[in-house]
Structures are given as structure tokens and as C-alpha cells.
């Protein structure tokens, strides 16, 4: 996260001290680095210029406006799996032709959404949704571009709730079946099918899941071209991991090393869904220090950000770095439970922690928090979700608002007769 530094025993952001962003924007925030997300997405981006591809930046990652806009004006399109998040890519600038749409409940709404808007394609997950979309579209007098997501039984090697391409998923049709739904496919008349998709699952630090994945994907490709099927997509999903703490998940020049010359075979344009490994190392949580609280068993430290703003932790048992604002060289270390003020045990951001001692008042960085962060959070124990801030150089911009307590009961009715009653 070369864009989060210490500078003399600062924490920075860019030419920003974290500590500034915190007396200005008020705790908790996220913060995010504009340099690392422009890089990051040029470093897949370029990763692949060997073959005709599209980035379709996964946009359940980070859904926030500015960095939709950011990306596509980075030439990004986007993975998107909702209506929400077809709005979202479309207010941001998205080009419809580089917007490809997944997911296992697509609604009849959101599927003449996307048609409206006409995207680039719809990423099938079972043969009951293609009934679905057929419909949807001969309603409208169109025909709908889809490619197929295979389940390619491959196993990533992640943690069970983010491995979606294997047997028991519920992502994708199964490969053994996948020619018979091609053909079903291809015989409806409000379809036209043109891409084979496979997602094998999320924080992947290996690039052997993404080869064995494409040698599937591949030999269907080819069986069902000459089956007279005209396949012209290729989606090889996202995927690829991050470092968090000591993982050495590849870089985006190995993965497309292992598998550029299978595209190559493939003789199709490529698609590309990134998330986590352009936003995530992009962000840090910002947080400051409520209390200590010392126990027979542990040292709590109580911060003021908790599960409800970055549940992964608490979902994943996912490890987050957490790091001082302010780094005192001398500091003794001690191992603490970092936990936030919601009601539950499992409430927390790191367990058996050993760090730089800390007291009340301390601004803390949790980091690796830019990718299923806010986007995950939710206003659990009624506390407004926390702001955005975007770091460039040496400025900083709110790219969303803290909410306040009237966000927190917009659209809530109280029925008359509760009042006549009361
Ligand atoms: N394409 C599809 C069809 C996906 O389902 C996903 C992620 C992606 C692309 C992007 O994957 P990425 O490059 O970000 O790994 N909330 C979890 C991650 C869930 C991932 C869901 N699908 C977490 O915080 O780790």
C-alpha cells in the first residue's frame, strides 16, 4: 500500500496526514487513495493488452460514485450484480457496452432494466433465469446478448463463503451440463448467445484455480463454435487475491502470464472482472480509540468503527492490518482484542492483536479496507454509516456524507392508527 506511508512517524495518505483527515472529516471514514486506485486498475488493465479485452470492474467491490467515475475514466466497464448497481455504473459514466450483468435471482424488473439500457450481455446462471430473460426480452421486441456462467468444479483454495465455482455453489450451471443448456440456449428465439463466463471465487492467491477454470471454459468454447454456436466472449471473472498480511497472491503480469496464451487459443474477445485487487489495498478505515478496558482474560481496545461499518472481520474471521496514525518507535507492545461499540461478541476488527501500545483518544488505520467495505456496511444499532473520503495529492474530498440520524429514518412510516391509540 505504497500510498499509505509513514512519513517521520506520521501516517499518511498520498500528501495527506491521516490525522488532518480526521480532525476535518470527523472519525470514522474511509479513506481512499486516487493514485493507487488510477494504478491499480492500469496495472491489470496492461496486464492484458495482448489480447482484445474488456476490465469490467466488479462493482460490488466499492459501489461509491467517484470511484465508478475514476474508473471509467480509466476505460473500465463493470461487472455489476443488481439493478442498484446498473444505476449506479450508469450515473457514473459506465458505458453501457462494457456493463455485463451476473447473479443467481435476477429479477423480470431488473432484466428490462438492463435491456433498456442495452449492456453489453447478461452472465446466465441456470436455465430457468434464460426462460426468464427470453420473455422479458420478446415483451420488448428485443433479443438479449447472454453468455453462460459455467460452474467449472474447480476448487480456489478461499474461504468456503467467497469459493463460488465449485460442485456445491450455487453460482453458475454445472460444466457436465453446460453443452445442453448452450443448445436450449441457443434455440430461443429472444436470445442471442455470445460468451461462456466462469467465476471461480474471490481473495485467490494462486493462479492455478484461474488455469484450471479456463482449460474448461476453453475446450467448451471451442466444442460449442463448432456446434455452429458463435462465441465471441471469453470471461475469465476476478478473483485474483491481495495481500493482507503475509499472502503473495500473483501480480497481475503472472496471472496473465499463465493464462494469455489459453486466451489466445480461445480467438475471442476477453472480459475481466476485478474488484478486490484494484480497490482493496486502495483503502484504509479510519478510526480513533474510545477506551481501554482491561479484563482478567484480554486488553479491549474500543474504537469508534465496528462490524456494522467493515464486517469482514466479523463474517470472514478476515484479517485486517491495524495500524497507529501516529507511530511512537518506543512504544511497548502489548496484544489486544480491537473491537467496535455494536452489541455483539463478535463484534470485532482484529482478535489477539500484537501491536504498539495505545490509549483513548489514538487514531487508528485499519487497513486492506477499500474492497467489501463500505459496501458491506450496514446501519446495524442504528449508527449512520461513516463517510468516504477520496485522497489526491495533497487534497481530499468527501465523495459521501456521514449520515446523520434523519438518514437513518428516511422512508420509515408510523401508521395512524398507532398514534390514535398511543
Ligand atoms: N465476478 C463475479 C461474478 C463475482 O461474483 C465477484 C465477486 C467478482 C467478479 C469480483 O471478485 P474479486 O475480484 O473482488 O475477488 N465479500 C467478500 C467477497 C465476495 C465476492 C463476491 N463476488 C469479501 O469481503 O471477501
Not at 90 to 113: C, D, Q, S, W
Not at 386 to 401: A, C, D, M
Request: proline content about 6%; hydrophobic content about 40%; aromatic content about 8%.
Amino acid at each position: 500500500m505504497r500510498d499509505f506511508h509513514y512519513r517521520d512517524d506520521a501516517f499518511f495518505c498520498e500528501d495527506v496526514p491521516l490525522e488532518r483527515i480526521a480532525k476535518e472529516r470527523d472519525t470514522p471514514c474511509y479513506v481512499y487513495s486516487h493514485a493507487t486506485l488510477t494504478r491499480h486498475f492500469h496495472a491489470f488493465d496492461q496486464a492484458f493488452a495482448a489480447v482484445p479485452h474488456i476490465v469490467a470492474f466488479a462493482v460490488k467491490a466499492n459501489s461509491n460514485l467517484a470511484v465508478l467515475q475514476l474508473m471509467a475514466s480509466c476505460g473500465s466497464g463493470a461487472d455489476i450484480v443488481s439493478g442498484g448497481e446498473l444505476f449506479r455504473a450508469l450515473h457514473a459514466g459506465i458505458p453501457p457496452n462494457k456493463i455485463v450483468f451476473a447473479g443467481v435471482g435476477k429479477r423480470a424488473e431488473e432484466i428490462a432494466f438492463a435491456l433498456k439500457s442495452d449492456i453489453l450481455l447478461f452472465n446466465v446462471e441456470s436455465s430457468a433465469e434464460l426462460e426468464v430473460i427470453n420473455d422479458v426480452a420478446g415483451g420488448m421486441g428485443r433479443q438479449a446478448r447472454v453468455a453462460l456462467r459455467i460452474n467449472p468444479d474447480v476448487d480456489p483454495h478461499t474461504h468456503p463463503y467467497i469459493s463460488t465455482g465449485m460442485k456445491k455453489s450455487k453460482f453458475g450451471i454445472a460444466a457436465d451440463r453446460a453443452n445442453e443448456a448452450f443448445q436450449k440456449a441457443a434455440a430461443l428465439s429472444h436470445i442471442h448467445v455470445i460468451g461462456v463466463h466462469a467465476h471461480v471465487g474471490s481473495q485467490l492467491t494462486h493462479v492455478s484455480p484461474f488455469v484450471d477454470s479456463l482449460k474448461r471454459v476453453i475446450a467448451l468454447t471451442r466444442n460449442l463454435k463448432a456446434q455452429g454456436i458463435p462465441i465471441r466472449y471469453v470471461n475469465i471473472g476476478g478473483g485474483l487475491g491481495i495481500t493482507y498480511s503475509n499472502e503473495t497472491p500473483p501480480h497481475p503480469n503472472e496471472l496473465a502470464a499463465a493464462v494469455v496464451p489459453l486466451l489466445k487459443e480461445a480467438d475471442c474477445d476477453i472480459i475481466l472482472e476485478p474488484g478486490r485487487v484494484i480497490v482493496g489495498n486502495a483503502g484504509v478505515l479510519l478510526t480513533r480509540v474510545l477506551y481501554r478496558k482491561e479484563t482478567d482474560a484480554k486488553t479491549f481496545v474500543i474504537v469508534d468503527a465496528a462490524m456494522n461499518d467493515l464486517l469482514r472481520p466479523s463474517l470472514y474471521d478476515a484479517h485486517h492490518d491495524v495500524l497507529p496514525v501516529h507511530r511512537v518507535p518506543t512504544a511497548p507492545e502489548e496484544t489486544y482484542d480491537v473491537v467496535g461499540p455494536v452489541c455483539e461478541s463478535g463484534d470485532f476488527l482484529a482478535q489477539n492483536r500484537t501491536m504498539p501500545t495505545v490509549k483513548a483518544g489514538d487514531l487508528l488505520a485499519v487497513m486492506s479496507a477499500g474492497a467489501y467495505g463500505f459496501t458491506m456496511a450496514s446501519n446495524y444499532n442504528s449508527r449512520p454509516r461513516v463517510p468516504e473520503i477520496l485522497v489526491k495529492g495533497g487534497e481530499n474530498f468527501v465523495i459521501r456524507e456521514r449520515e446523520t440520524f434523519e438518514d437513518l429514518i428516511r422512508g420509515e412510516r408510523v401508521p395512524e392508527f398507532l398514534y390514535s391509540t398511543a
